[in-house]
């Protein structure tokens, strides 16, 4: 049984009216405990979070000032790689004037480069 559910058990053992002061310190105690078990939660999916942010940016490749994810050919934009530690690849939009030019679809970074670069075409520094 969970920490909680020993405390309702024990809870409902107590004559409620002989041992009203125990009774409201228990359920204050377990009040506690369902906030500290709501933190430990939030802070298990912030390690989570921190680690996979952490796996992603030992991954993150550089190559003649475009970036790359280990293992993936397209290139990915590199504010969002910096900043949100998120792998966006880049893709060609038109712009207002109607010009091709490759950019982020998440934080609209764009390049002068019309199509997003393959790594072989970084590699040759093109
Ligand atoms: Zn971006």
Redesign the pocket.
Known sequence: MSIIGDGLEILSLIDKAKNADVYRQLGDYIDKIREQQIENDRLHEQVRDLREQLRFRGTVERVHGHVFVQGDDDEI?P??AEVDMRP?HFVSQFTKDNGLHAG?P??K?QTHFRYPCKRENAMKGE
């Open positions: 934009c504010r969002c966006i982020c998440q934080c970074l």
